[in-house]
């Protein structure tokens, strides 16, 4: 296997988590999910400003 190449993931068996690592798990996800809204609506500001700078022709 190449250094480059992504370790693939174990799927996590939800079925052996107790109510308290659902309800963990979830709010995990749900905060990563919401650095990622934050990380994609930064980037969706600078394309468009570059856009604006540089016109976009699409």
């Known amino acids: 296997m190449f250094e480059d190449d992504p370790i693939p993931e174990k799927k996590?068996?939800?079925e052996r988590l107790?109510?308290?690592e659902l309800q963990e798990r979830i709010d995990d996800l749900k905060a990563?999910?919401?650095a990622?809204?934050?990380q994609l609506n930064k980037k969706q500001s600078h394309k468009s400003a570059a856009d604006a700078?540089?016109?976009d022709s699409d």
């Open 12 to 14: 996590l068996d939800l």
């Open 18 to 20: 107790s109510v308290e």
């Open 32 to 34: 990563e999910i919401a």
């Open 36 to 38: 990622c809204e934050v």
């Open 53 to 55: 700078l540089f016109g």
